[in-house]
């Protein structure tokens, strides 16, 4: 059995080659040629998979070490049989993590100035990432808006707060849907000239699901205008060439790596495994063993990432203490032109000691 595998995943090496000889190419530049003779691949969202690269090839299972499948010609795959798969909710805590040490460095900043019981939290998309979301901005004490209008539509409105009224209520909006282009809840430009001018308490907007997701001149035009207070952006579209007058005006740009807790990683990479080991007849093979060390080889913070921490409640100073999102953007605004190096050369971060 031979697989290709992006080779950013990390936890990989070693567990694969229990399932069958493996092939380790970067993500973007795996092309038909390479995947010709293989049976299986393993890949993150930098790998498009769709007929152009499948088509000739022998492949018959692809595993994405990630919950999006946008990169994933999943119309493509089925047609030809191709079996797939994704790691739904992987990196949820992750996100969580991301979302809520972001709103404490804002807190810190002086940019939230409400106290976190009268802070209302928007949360728009709550699957897998957003009810972990939900849960963790509880837990600091705010007021949680729950929208999922495909859910609500399926479920019953009753516990769900329509867009509407995130827009006219939310001190804090910050998105966690997936990208889908058509039909009656399309997510490409949700965020578009509309709804930001419908926005009532000019709220942190934070993007953590796709960079499509939001119209990018529209949120510039928002953020000059001052609908919005402060945008925190990890997900950008046309990475990794971003737009530096977003990059500008964001409080915190990071480059798509909201996810990439030590953690979640392990979570997709197992998760992966496993679906590539019963589609390749391997159902004996766990890879329970995939374990994050405490604190990642190379993971170390500078002194200027426990500037201030002090004069936030404890909670909030043991959160930043362990995660401060603000390094990574103080790396990404220093080198934008390093996005694609930034996010693959990540020293992931642990979600808890």
Sequence with gaps: MLLVIDDKIPFMRG????IGRAVYLPGAE?????????????????????????????????AT?????????????????????????????????????????LWQEGVLTMPPEKCTVGVVGVGHVGSRVCEAVRRMGCRVL????????????AGFATLKEVLAEADVVTLHVPLTRTGRFATFHMADAAFFD???????????ARGEVADTNALIAAIDAGKVSAAVIDTWEQEPHISPELLRRA????????????DGKACGTRM???SVARALGRDNLRFDNILPPLLPEGFVYSPEDFINVQVLPEPWRKMLCLYDPR???????????????????????????
């Design 15 to 18: 567990q694969a080659e229990r």
């Design 30 to 62: 795996i092309g038909p040629t390479d995947v010709r003779e293989a049976d299986a691949l393993i890949v993150r969202t930098r790998t498009r998979i769709d007929k152009r690269l499948l088509d000739g090839s022998r492949v018959h299972f692809v």
């Design 65 to 105: 070490a990630t919950i999006g499948t946008d990169h994933i010609d999943t119309a493509y795959l089925d047609s030809r049989g191709i079996g797939w798969a994704s790691a739904p909710g992987c990196n949820a805590g992750s996100v969580a993590q991301y979302v809520t040490c972001a709103l404490a460095g």
């Design 146 to 157: 729950e929208c999922d209008p495909p859910r609500a539509a399926a479920e019953g409105a």
């Design 198 to 208: 419908a926005l009532n308490r000019k709220p942190v907007f934070i993007n953590a």
């Design 251 to 262: 409080r915190i740009a990071t480059p798509h790596i909201a996810g990439y807790s030590a």
């Design 272 to 274: 992966a495994l496993e």
């Design 327 to 353: 390094r990574d953007s103080r790396a990404l605004k220093a080198s934008p032109e390093q996005f694609e190096k930034l996010r693959g050369d990540y020293p992931l971060r642990r979600e808890v000691f």
